[in-house]
């Protein structure tokens, strides 16, 4: 017991006497989830939460184009832009501007547009009264022409950008021509009853079946989105904790070279007491980073137009992960210190394997926008287990039965790692 009490207050003092790494410890995660929980902003959010300039070509000056323009505008998620400099923009000029990535998308509606959905609109309303036995026969138009609404896009605009307008425009168009369709179909039914009021709407509803979300979970399910606050906060924590490596390695070596070591290994009683006594001193300053760092994702984050922290229900199955956390990153700096004979080699080492296991480990960028290979390497970093286990629990809202697996890996890997560290030591010894 001495040993253990000796070794925490000596790491204590140690890390005390070196203020501007004590203020390094801390500051730096603070620096670090902020930034980067800003510059990810964007990326985390939803293409609907963006409003984009769109030119608008109207070739046509019927009613597919009044309807298109409209239709965007209502939605709130475009700005329509159909004259520069007082000009109304042509189909070159649009095409050049988007090239050149001053504006993102534009969209040409072509000549004849509006007369090529209503002649096939009369088409299918006369095959449908044909077989009703009624004698209608609207004007259609012979050898219809193939038309395309034509969507320019920035060169440098990326693919998920792109299918989703893509997307949200091709609705939108299958909208317009349905809903000019069934007006037709209107007209020619309130021909056919004459009985009719002229201002009956007859509602015709289009869509029986609806989508409609629902939530996985239990009652108790957080509508959590995952957002840059909620990826980077408990990430860049993690990577923040596993860098305890640093300051556990340097404080290793430079205890051997000044004789340190050897008087705490003069105490009776069994080296372990020694390691365990680091163990508990640095898991606790960890976890002191961990929730630092929450608090300033919970707090912080809102004041700088950030989403805010959302941590799950089960915060004892948090304390659980980021103590494993801890555990298995002070393993790891023990094993530097005590596998590495200089500073210089230990501090290098420890600094680009820490960003490394990030890097694959999901910290970065998420796991599965990564190649099939790298995620099964990427699985295998204990940064990984820890963010899995964090985003069980912030954003499935899961309890310890989510998370006991990864917490095990976590513990284990610890435990191996000062197994080996032991081993090491007490061959230096002999």
Not at 330 to 338: D, K, R
Not at 388 to 406: E, F, H, Q, S
């Amino acid at each position: 017991m001495l040993r253990l009490l000796a070794t925490i207050r000596k790491e204590w003092q140690l890390l005390l006497r070196d203020k501007t790494g004590l203020t390094l410890l801390f500051v730096m995660p603070v620096v670090l989830i902020t930034v980067m929980a800003l510059i990810q902003d964007a990326p985390f959010k939803d293409y609907q939460d963006v409003k984009f300039d769109i030119l608008t070509v109207d070739n046509d000056h019927g009613r597919l184009g009044k309807y298109i323009r409209e239709g965007l505008a209502s939605g709130g998620q475009f700005n329509i832009i159909d004259t520069l400099d007082g000009h109304p923009v042509t189909e070159q000029q649009a095409r050049e501007l988007v090239n050149n990535g001053r504006y993102k998308i534009s969209i040409i509606v072509p000549a004849g547009s509006t007369a090529a959905i209503v002649s096939n609109a009369n088409r299918i309303v006369n095959d449908i009264t044909q077989r009703m036995g009624m004698s209608v026969s609207l004007p259609v138009k012979k050898g219809a022409d193939s038309l395309n609404v034509v969507i320019y896009f920035d060169p440098a605009a990326k693919k998920a950008f792109k299918g989703a307008i893509h997307q949200a425009l091709d609705n939108f168009l299958t909208q317009v021509e349905t809903d000019m369709l069934l007006n037709r179909i209107q007209q020619q039914l309130r021909r056919k009853d004459t009985t009719a009021v002229p201002n009956d709407t007859l509602p015709i509803r289009l869509q029986a079946v609806g989508l409609k979300e629902h939530a996985t979970g239990n009652s108790r399910q957080l509508d959590v989105v995952s957002n840059s606050v909620q990826h980077n906060v408990p990430a860049w924590s993690i990577f923040a904790m596993f860098f305890i490596v640093i300051p556990i390695a340097g404080n290793m070596i430079r205890e051997r070279e000044d004789g340190s070591l050897l008087r705490m290994k003069l105490i009776p009683g069994s080296y372990l007491l020694i390691l365990a006594g680091k163990m508990l001193f640095f898991v606790g300053i960890c976890l002191l980073q961990f929730y630092l760092m929450m608090l300033v994702g919970i707090y912080a984050m809102p004041l700088l137009d950030l989403p805010r922290l959302v941590m799950g229900h089960d915060q004892g199955a948090t304390l659980l992960v980021a103590g494993a956390i801890g555990l298995a990153a002070t393993a790891y700096g023990i094993l530097i210190g005590t596998l590495f004979k200089t500073p210089n080699q230990a501090l290098n080492f420890g600094a680009i394997s820490i960003v490394i296991l990030s890097a694959i480990g999901g910290i970065w960028i998420p796991l599965e926008v990564m190649p099939a290979n790298m995620q099964m390497i990427g699985r295998l970093s204990p940064l990984s287990w820890g963010l899995d286990a964090i985003n069980d629990i912030y954003l499935r809202n899961g309890d310890i039965g989510y998370v006991w697996k990864n917490v095990l890996r976590l513990v284990l890997t610890g435990g191996v790692m000062l197994a080996v560290a032991g081993f090491v030591e007490k061959r230096r010894m002999n």
